[in-house]
């Protein structure tokens, strides 16, 4: 089966500043998905990045980024220019064809 | 297009009681995900159902069951409720043809409290 996992349960970043918050998974399958998806304070979850695990380049949205290491099972998610409204908790998920598994969480909060 | 809309978005319920909790998709959508989500399990997998049929099941117990109409909306139910039902229940939806290598849409949540 497999597993995601998220070793950072609380993390914080000062306003304008970079952070990355880090992602391990482990699976015997070839073809699937990795997901970072985001849900604020009782808003909901969102996608933030997605990669696919056959592309080598690393997925980019804006100020949002992946590191996507493969041989090593992990998928990091940096957020430069960290905004205010970035506070949420920051879910990893692993998509295959017929698995979805999801990461503790990270919560994640930018101050001013 | 209209996003995913969860019914109610507040429950309370006591100990024994039954409950129904209703999703309805983006348009085009024939996939749907339930997911529970507490502080001390973090996200579990429910259920997904994708044209009127169950795909994919999670490890919960009988109590928890659910069905798909032919519109495509979900519902979810759970029978003789106990404590630790209470929880955020998440629905999601997706196009449906690849599984879960694509994108999932979330809901707002139902957050159930069973007293």
């Known amino acids: 089966a497999q597993t995601v996992t998220q070793s950072q349960p609380e993390m914080s970043v000062q306003e304008a500043e970079t952070v990355t918050l880090s992602c391990t998974y482990d699976?015997?399958?070839?073809?699937?998905?990795l997901f970072w998806y985001k849900q604020p304070p009782s808003r909901q979850m969102i996608l933030v990045i997605r990669q696919e695990a056959y592309k080598q380049q690393n997925a980019t949205e804006n100020r949002f980024s992946v590191n996507f290491q493969k041989a090593a099972k992990s998928f990091s998610l940096k957020i430069s220019d960290s905004q205010l409204g970035d506070t949420a908790m920051y879910f990893c998920?692993?998509?295959?064809?017929?698995?979805?598994?999801f990461g503790a969480g990270t919560r994640l909060t930018v101050k001013p | 297009k209209a996003g995913v809309t969860q019914t109610p978005r507040y429950l309370i319920k006591t100990r024994g009681q039954q409950v129904t909790l209703s999703c309805s998709p983006i348009s085009g959508h024939r996939s749907v995900s339930w997911y529970q989500q507490t502080p001390g399990q973090g996200l579990q997998f429910l259920f997904e159902y994708f044209s009127e049929t169950q795909r994919n099941k999670g490890n919960f117990p009988g109590r928890f069951s659910g069905r798909q109409f032919s519109n495509s909306r979900s519902e979810m139910n759970v029978s003789t409720l106990e404590l630790g039902d209470s929880a955020l229940y998440l629905c999601?939806?997706?196009?449906?043809?690849?599984?879960?290598?694509?994108?999932?849409?979330f809901g707002p949540g139902t957050r159930l409290l069973v007293l």
């Open positions: 699976t015997s399958e070839s073809n699937y998905y």
């Open positions: 999601a939806s997706s196009l449906g043809s690849g599984g879960y290598q694509e994108t999932q849409y």
């Open positions: 998920a692993f998509g295959s064809r017929d698995d979805m598994r």
